[in-house]
């Protein structure tokens, strides 16, 4: 809390400054771009596999390919709330 009240109280030509600094802990918009892009690949690979490559013809298919994965992650966050739950 002291540390944001301290730059509250800068002038504006520090703040900048700051800010600028290479140094600085606040990043830039493109230092991380290679992990943004290991988030997306999967989905954009999924994507196209899915509506390009495998085209589904039932609303069934469409459906199981969609519920599937969800299903997968609601047991995986239902089993860390339980782990979690029992650490406490």
């Known amino acids: 809390m002291s540390d944001q009240s ?4 800068e002038v504006l030509k520090d703040k900048l400054e700051t800010l600028l ?5 606040i990043k830039k918009w493109n230092e991380g771009l290679l992990i943004k892009s290991l988030i997306l690949l999967p989905i954009i690979i999924f994507t196209v596999g899915l ?3 495998n085209r589904p013809e039932k609303l069934t298919d469409i459906l ?3 519920l599937y994965p969800v299903a997968l992650i ?3 966050l239902i089993l860390l709330f339980f782990m979690r739950s029992k650490l406490q």
């Open 6 to 9: 301290d730059f509250n109280d």
């Open 51 to 53: 509506f390009i490559v």
């Open 74 to 76: 609601l047991i995986g």
């Open 21 to 25: 600094d290479e140094e600085n802990v």
């Open 64 to 66: 199981f390919v969609f």
